[in-house]
């Protein structure tokens, strides 16, 4: 099987203090550490499984900048056979159908029998893998959290649904999935792997390569403002013993979904 | 003296004259023997290169110290006398069986030396041996086979139980000096029925006994004992040998070898290849121990030598807290495989072999908290944490890495601390140190260096740790400065982790950092920045661990403590492993201890060499075992058993996981702990002028 694993680059929350800009439309990012999107790197785990089972290849690909090759040499690192870098001028400030629409274009020019994305990069949308799935006319299921290979054209795909249960449904390839945290236990890659994988050529994609004309990814949304909200009343203390405080907190649990 | 009863080598076994026969039994039996060694020996030949043999004096003392001397077997008192026992004897005794076995085939035969008196001397001596032998065989037989000690249980993941193999042997250790009783009893009886002088047979002594017992037997009777007697111990004396290399007795072969070629520098970590410079290790295509030929020859001969004592695991912190790790199994495991990948007939197993998942498991592995517990029993010296970490790199090198541990690596990548904080953010313990600390910030230099380490950089209660130590310097009238910004972890646990590559690069980065400083010297509280710093790294300036400067400047006079306030206070000693086991500085904290007026102390059962790890630091704080207990709630419960209810450590992890084990188990306001850095401070003798800030050079 032929998989294309779409990755981005972020900065890393676990590594970082995030910080608004003075103008509010970006975060901090003079100090900043950045560190392949972590349900990306989930759906190149899966995508190497797969490959690992069945046989085939597996691709990743970004939308960025120079600097995010460096996830791409990651994610070979981890296995993926091939990187392919989508970067230009044009690209720059683009929005989640923009990032969509050079996706599509990319894989236009290949064969591939599943696109995996990851559910959910830093900007919190989750879209691109929806978008790319409509622009290509193929079936997409979203919050994949397993995969099995029924035969040669179908999957079975497992979805996380509202308060933590799955849901089982069949899908025809190609299609396209976004892949949630936890599908698996993603394998290590540390420098000396990168190191291993340096001297690999990356194939670097332009607008111009893709036939992209800067209208098709000018952004139609455009972000105005990031403010830190401000705190809220604070605590709310629960009274009582402790089997009436235990009761109270349970149920406040259940009402907020974090118990079933 | 002629001995009056035909000699096996005069006498005919149906028909078959005595030279001959004993001939074929010595032939066959050295052949099948030599075969069998050279099948076990297979795999070492194709193993990794191991440097042993420099240092020749320091392995000579080794050998007679842990070897002849049997150093380390009384440390349990009574298999350990045992063992000195039967080891003594099979010395003497190993004489007796050379010239025993050439006795059948040339009559008369004496080596050459015990001719004349030093013969009767040696007969005596050997007879005494011989009952020694026979005496601690049954009682040991007894003891494995009837009293089944603990420590021998094989637990079920493990595979099935050792002790038919164990009294086997004994029995095969009880016939042999039984039939050389027999045989040199019956001709003693003889030669006293002629009247012939046999002074020599000592009153007592299995030859002696044997000797009365047949007093009244005839001398056909006497003949057949004698023959008998010698036929049996040849051929009991042949499959013992060959049946040596088959289990934990060919340690009786490979244990003295092993302790000569015993590891020479204590807390350092082999070289991923002793063939491969560090630099070049970006060459190889593979990292670690993957397949069984991954190790080195010397390793091999560790698993070899194992003799299933149990003693590791039974000082095993992560054993006794079930974990799956038991030191000892890692060695049975690995033999059983090596002896099925190379068996003494047949081809050798397939190639490319995993380890992990055919003879050894992930957690298993990943268990180990490298305290050294198990290096520091180990009779014969197997080195364990070697081992752990080969297997570690390894797995590393496969992408097999928990995932608790993947974010605190990438984070050491990244930021230089297994927590991702911010490097400029390194220094800021020193806000509330009260004195002025130099930060250097990749600036400046210092005659005195503090290498603070991450964790007491970052953590809100071990920066107290920092804050004390740097009071005390000041104390103690140290100039020093630290690293701040420039500081990388040490890498101590990344190394031990088997992240090689990731480790590298924090010590280059430190050690480039800490040479630009010109220090001269290096402080530091944390027992595993010491141990990296002083074995790990090289190229740099002595290293010290704060209790050494505490106890100079109480030397030099330039540090005195006030009395303990509180006399209802029992305080207990815990030696952190990295400043205890690995760097044997067991006296000066406690002379630092002893330096505080009125400190009422306690010592632990497990204490100095045999202390026991609090649950491990570095990235074993973020890795999440599958355990029964913590570690360090078994610890709390020792010093509570000491009746103690303070808890002094050195190390910044022994602190983080005591305090953790306070809580769990339940005693918070019956016992506490604290750094050795914060009693000092506490009690030290000192005017009170507060300055704060850093200082920015």
């Known amino acids: ?260 | 003296m002629n001995s009056i009863l035909t000699s096996p080598a005069a006498a005919t076994f149906l028909g078959i004259p005595g030279p001959v026969l004993f001939t074929l039994i010595t032939v066959v039996g050295m052949a099948a023997f030599t075969y069998i060694l050279v099948r076990r020996f297979a795999p070492l030949l194709r193993a990794q290169p191991d440097p042993r043999f420099s240092d020749l004096p320091q392995r000579l003392w080794k050998l007679l110290k842990f070897g002849f001397l049997q150093w380390r077997q009384p440390r349990y008192m009574f298999p350990g006398v045992l063992h000195i026992l039967l080891f003594a004897g099979f010395l003497v005794l190993s004489v007796r069986s050379i010239s025993l076995v050439v006795v059948g085939i040339v009559d008369g035969f004496v080596l050459p030396g015990l001719g004349g008196s030093a013969g009767v001397v040696y007969s005596v001596l050997k007879d005494i041996a011989a009952t020694v032998v026979l005496a601690v065989a049954a009682i040991a037989m007894v003891r494995r086979g009837i009293f089944k000690p603990k420590r021998y249980e094989v637990p079920a993941r493990y595979g099935k139980d050792h002790t038919w193999e164990a009294v086997l042997v004994l029995g095969l250790i009880i016939g042999l000096v039984t039939f050389d009783m027999l045989f040199e009893g019956s001709e003693a009886v003889s030669q006293m029925r002629a009247g012939n002088d046999v002074g020599h047979l000592l009153p007592a002594t299995g030859p002696w006994l044997v000797a009365y017992l047949l007093g009244a037997a005839s001398p056909g009777v006497l003949q057949a004992v004698h023959l008998g007697g010698y036929l049996l111990h040849e051929l009991t004396f042949f499959a013992f040998l060959c049946l040596l290399p088959f289990g934990k007795h060919f340690h009786v072969i490979t244990s003295l070898p092993n302790v000569f070629l015993g590891k020479l520098r204590k807390g350092t970590i082999k070289p991923v290849r002793w063939d491969v410079k560090e630099e070049e290790l970006d060459n190889l295509k593979s990292l670690g121990v993957k397949t069984f030929e991954d190790f080195t020859w010397k390793q091999m001969l560790d698993f070899y030598s194992c003799v299933d004592c149990g003693r590791c695991s039974d000082n095993c912190p992560a054993n006794a807290a079930g974990r799956p790790l038991s030191p000892r199994f890692i060695s049975i495991k690995s033999r059983e495989y090596a002896f099925k990948r190379y068996p003494i007939f047949g081809a050798v197993g397939p190639a490319g072999e995993p380890l992990i998942g055919n003879a050894l498991h992930e957690d298993e592995i990943w268990s180990c908290t490298t305290c050294g517990a198990c290096e520091e029993e180990c009779p014969v010296l197997i080195e364990y944490i070697d081992k752990i970490v080969d297997l570690r790199r390894g797995m590393v090198d496969e992408g097999m890495v928990p995932q608790s541990l993947q974010k605190p690596l990438s984070a050491l990548e990244k930021r230089g601390n297994p927590w991702g904080k911010m490097e400029k953010k390194r220094a800021d313990w020193c806000k509330e140190a009260e004195v002025p600390v130099a930060v250097l910030d990749g600036g400046g230099s210092a005659e005195t260096l503090y290498f603070v380490d991450s964790i007491t950089s970052y953590d809100d209660r071990m920066q107290k740790i920092g804050q004390a130590t740097a009071r005390l310097l000041t104390d103690a009238g140290i100039e020093f400065g630290i690293l701040g910004a420039a500081e990388r972890d040490s890498g101590h646990e990344v190394l031990r982790f088997g992240e090689q590559t990731l480790y590298q690069s924090l010590k280059e980065q430190n050690t480039e950092a800490i040479q630009a400083t010109g220090a001269k010297r290096i402080v530091t509280a944390d027992p595993h920045a010491f141990n990296a710093l002083k074995n790990d790294y090289q190229g740099l300036p002595p290293v010290e661990h704060i209790s050494q400067t505490i106890l100079r400047g109480v030397r030099e006079g330039r540090i005195a403590f006030n009395p303990v306030e509180d006399q209802s206070k029992v305080y207990t000693y815990h030696d952190p492993c990295y400043l205890g086991r690995h760097n044997e500085l067991y006296e000066e904290p406690r002379q630092v201890l002893e330096s505080i007026p009125g400190l009422r102390q306690a010592e632990m059962e497990r204490c100095r060499d045999r202390s026991f790890c609090c649950g491990g630091g570095g990235l074993m704080l973020f890795f999440e075992p599958e355990e029964e207990q913590r570690m360090g709630v078994l610890r709390v419960k020792m010093a509570q058993e000491a009746g103690a209810n303070v808890i002094v450590t050195a190390c910044p992890f022994c602190l983080v996981n005591i305090e953790d084990a306070i809580k769990v188990a339940g005693l918070e306001g019956e016992m506490e702990a604290i750094d050795l850095t914060e009693l000092a401070d506490r009690q030290v003798k000192r005017q009170v002028t507060a300055i704060d800030n850093c200082v920015n050079q």
């Open chain 1, 1 to 260: 099987m032929d998989i294309l694993v779409c990755v981005t680059r972020v900065p890393d929350t676990a590594e970082n203090e995030i910080e608004v800009s003075k103008d509010g439309t970006d975060i901090e990012r003079g100090a900043l550490v950045y560190s392949i999107n972590e349900a990306d790197n989930y759906a190149v785990e899966e995508a190497i499984q797969i490959k690992e089972r069945v046989g085939g290849s597996v691709t990743v690909v970004t939308v960025g900048t120079e600097e995010s090759e460096e996830v791409l040499r990651r994610e070979m690192a981890m296995g993926a056979d091939k990187g392919i870098l989508l970067t230009d001028d044009a690209f720059a400030g683009t929005d989640g159908r923009g990032i969509a629409t050079i996706l599509k274009a990319e894989v236009e020019k290949g064969k591939y029998d599943l696109i995996l994305t990851g559910a959910l990069a830093d900007a919190g949308a989750g879209e691109v893998g929806g978008m790319l799935a409509a622009m290509l006319d193929r079936p997409y299921a979203s919050l994949v959290n397993s995969i099995e290979i029924v035969d040669e054209s179908t999957l079975k795909v497992g979805r996380e649904v509202e308060g933590g249960n799955t849901e089982m449904n069949r899908i025809k390839l190609p299609c396209v999935l976004s892949i949630q945290t936890g599908i698996n236990e993603p394998r290590y890659v540390g420098i000396r792997g990168i190191r291993q994988v340096a001297s690999v050529q990356i194939p670097v994609h332009g607008a111009g390569d893709l036939g992209l004309k800067a209208e098709a990814i000018a952004p139609r949304v455009q972000r105005q403002d990031y403010f830190v909200p401000t705190f809220g009343a604070g605590a709310e203390m629960l009274e009582g013993s402790n089997e009436e405080i235990i009761e109270k907190l349970v149920e406040m649990l259940k009402a907020k979904g974090g118990l079933k």
